[in-house]
């Protein structure tokens, strides 16, 4: 029910709605508008290389021809368990060419989960990035009745006895099944491939972790896909057609954010450079990118190295730099007017001789005499003015423009600093797009400072990506935008976040009781999260209703099954999963005294409760129960770090509801310190390092029984490319 008949839509000005497009039919657009020699960008050892929007096109075309010819045919599932590249993008627009329903698998997850993703959906066909994926994953396929065909994108030359497979698999080298594609092709094929194909056509189904733990897969349209994606676009101000603008891409595309940001910049006709999360860094500055999709823990890395600079205390400058470059030291005794603290008439003459003289010409007639003195106030001028500049981003506002002596010394700060922090994206980024998770306001505020725009956005994978952003000028920090175009947002009277329009999922596959749930009658979508609108009509994520939460990585966590795990233990009263918006997931643990009391004494420990809990022995028992409980966990989803709460949760003190369940929002409000002592680097770091030195004191605890391999992940370095 909502709270109000209040419904939220796109202000003026802001994005065009356009419907019933397919995806093939945004590439064709682009190939006819404008060519692009460099529209997908990859790396290799002999440096980049690059494919155009009609090569892409014919590429894909022969994927769908060939494909077509296996024997797939529309509405067939097929898996893709594939890195984030330009093959991926060539699969998946051949599939879409061929009507067939493309289910994109994380590598992270666990081999359980991609059996289990294979199984439900059926999938006929698998087609894996190489070798090395699919001899991690067929020796599990045996229990996938339905899959008939696996196709290797990358393969070497004698690759067909390299790997073993069941009789009953085919497997084919993505370049057979472009040759066999090649061989049919011809005009008539061509316009077969689109003459049937709708934009209501379902285009993917992808699998999101489910309440229970198991995945449920969200099915998108290509309407759904190419309305959010065009809608998106067209609101983004001074955005260029063509190779103008340049894009890396590091994001996967395994998930609907980078996948429809690429659609767009595939329909606009963009350079997309491809790259992974461990090359980036170096990629931003080699690319120089006018356009980057990132999740909020890699600006958040980059905030922090920031807020590190100034706090650390640069070198001396050598004698050939102070000889030969005044204008930088002019420019930190031009900081100092900027101080409260009053300049000596030392300081004043020396300012009000340099201000007359050209920097570029300016010659010391005694400069070794003065070096010295130099070098002593260069160390403090430039330290000072490092903290001067992030004192002065830290106060800059989104949606509100500097003026005066502020906006002065914000234009001198960009010569002096700022423009060393654009350097770390490449010199030339125009936009920042962050989604995933919530970024920190003041982290927003402070790029913004620096002319490094951020547009955050929010949506769902169940919503086609993006319900709401910021862009052009409706950009607040701390907020995640404006509805967008097509698309209506309500508050219910909890608080919970609605939406409704072309972008928002069909269900969940062959799941009609989740998707009954989650979309009701009116076509409202249930979100899960608790919102609210600012008074100039910015959404605000002020809290969590479902059970599940994102990391800052972007990845979701389920708690509830780690939860029950860990509660199934005697030593366990009460367990709840935290870390929304950070870095990794951890555990608040509210033992149950009595049995820990009874185990204490096993151990011949008389100590009180708060003592007894911070004992290495005690935290070995738990450690034990942690560890037990991350089996079957994606990677990114395991508890890194635990702390056992001397509390009790209960209805009466508002921790619990009266049928039991934790009141998560409440218990993060009430332990925050012990949240905030969790996620403390070196605080943690210490005392893990102290617990590591006590154990040995301790009798030994039963080993938890080993996670089997298939309960793991898929190990993070199978089939990735070093670039």
């Not at 894909?60 to 077509?68: H, Q, R, T, W, Y």
């Not at 991926?88 to 993703?117: H, K, R, S, W, Y």
């Not at 963009?270 to 992974?276: G, I, L, N």
């Amino acid at each position: 029910m909502l709270w109000s008949n209040k419904i939220y839509t796109a202000p003026p000005n802001s994005g065009n709605v356009l419907l019933g497009r397919t995806l093939p039919s945004l590439l064709d657009e682009a190939c006819d508008r404008a060519p692009n020699f460099h529209a997908l960008n990859w790396w290799t050892e002999q440096g980049w290389q690059s494919l155009s929007e009609r090569a892409f096109r014919t590429a894909a075309e022969e994927v769908a021809l060939g494909l077509s010819n296996l024997g797939l045919e529309k509405g067939d599932r097929v898996a893709l368990l594939m890195q984030s590249d330009v093959n991926f993008c060539i699969v998946d627009m051949g599939c879409l060419l061929a009507q067939l329903i493309d289910v994109p698998i994380d590598l992270t997850q666990t081999l359980e989960n991609i059996v289990f993703i294979t199984q439900h959906s059926e999938a006929k066909g698998l087609i894996v990035s190489n070798l090395d994926l699919l001899d991690h994953i067929i020796p599990y396929l045996s229990s996938t009745p339905d899959l008939q065909i696996a196709i290797v994108a990358d393969v070497p030359l004698d690759w067909q006895g390299q790997s073993k497979h069941p009789q009953s698999l085919q497997i084919f080298s993505l370049a057979e099944i472009r040759q066999r594609g090649q061989a049919q092709m011809s005009d008539e094929r061509q316009q077969q491939l689109r003459a049937s194909l709708t934009a209501n056509d379902l285009a993917t189904i992808i699998y999101i972790p489910g309440a229970t733990g198991k995945p449920q897969g969200v099915m998108l349209t290509h309407e759904n896909l190419s309305a959010n994606a065009l809608a998106m676009f067209s609101g983004i101000p001074d955005l260029e057609l063509g190779a103008k603008e340049v894009v890396l891409s590091f994001l996967p595309l395994t998930h609907v954010f980078a996948r429809v940001f690429f659609y767009g910049h595939m329909n606009y006709g963009h350079s997309v450079y491809f790259t992974t999360p461990n090359r980036v860094m170096k990629h931003l500055k080699e690319v120089q990118p006018t356009i980057f999709a990132t999740v909020p823990l890699l600006l958040e890395k980059i905030y922090q190295r920031i807020l590190e600079t100034g706090s650390q205390t640069p070198q001396p400058e050598t004698a050939k730099s102070v000889k030969y470059d005044l204008l930088p030291r002019f420019r930190t005794f031009a900081a100092q007017m900027f101080q409260k603290k009053q300049e000596t008439p030392q300081q004043k003459f020396r300012l009000s001789s340099l201000r007359w003289l050209p920097p570029t010409q300016f010659k010391l007639p005694h400069w070794q005499a003065s070096l010295t003195a130099w070098k002593s106030l260069q160390t403090e001028q430039t330290q000072r003015l490092v903290d001067w500049a992030i004192a002065l981003a830290q106060q800059y506002e989104l949606g509100r423009s500097p003026s005066g002596k502020y906006d002065w010394m914000l234009k001198l700060a960009d010569r002096l600093v700022f423009s060393r922090w654009r350097s770390v994206f490449g010199g030339h980024l125009k936009y920042a797009i962050c989604g995933g998770a919530a970024l920190k306001a003041e982290i927003a505020n402070l790029f913004a400072a620096a002319r490094v725009t951020i547009l955050q956005g929010y949506g769902l994978t169940e919503s086609s990506s993006a319900v709401a952003c910021n862009r052009g000028s409706f950009n607040r920090a701390g907020t995640v935008g404006v509805p967008l175009p097509g698309i209506e947002i309500a508050i219910a009277s909890d608080g919970e976040i609605l939406v409704r329009g072309p972008y928002v999922t069909q269900g969940y596959y062959k799941n009609p009781e989740a998707t009954q749930q989650a979309i009701d009658s009116e076509g409202w979508f249930h979100t899960g999260d608790i919102g609210e609108f600012t008074a100039d009509g910015f959404l605000k994520i002020v809290g969590l209703k479902k059970s599940h939460f994102k990391l800052s990585t972007g990845k979701y966590v389920t708690p509830q099954p780690l939860e029950h795990k860990l509660e199934q233990s005697p030593l366990v009263a009460k367990a709840v999963a935290v870390g929304a918006e950070r870095k990794f997931c951890a555990m608040l643990i509210f033992p149950d005294f009595n049995n820990l009391r009874q185990q204490a004494q096993l151990l011949e420990l008389d100590l009180p409760d708060a003592e007894l809990l911070n004992h290495p022995c005690i935290l070995a028992l738990y450690q034990a129960l942690v560890d037990e409980a991350n089996c079957h966990l994606p990677y990114w989803s395991l508890v890194k770090r635990f702390q056992l709460i001397n509390a009790t949760l209960s209805v009466e003190n508002g921790m619990l509801t009266p049928s039991g369940e934790v009141k998560r929002a409440r218990i993060a409000e009430m332990f925050a310190q012990e949240i905030n002592t969790l996620y403390g680097q070196e605080d943690s770091k210490r005392r893990e390092t102290q617990r590591h030195e006590q154990l040995n004191l301790c009798p030994p605890v039963p080993a938890a029984s080993t996670c089997p391999a298939y309960a793991q992940s898929l190990s993070q370095g199978v089939g990735s490319r070093e670039q």
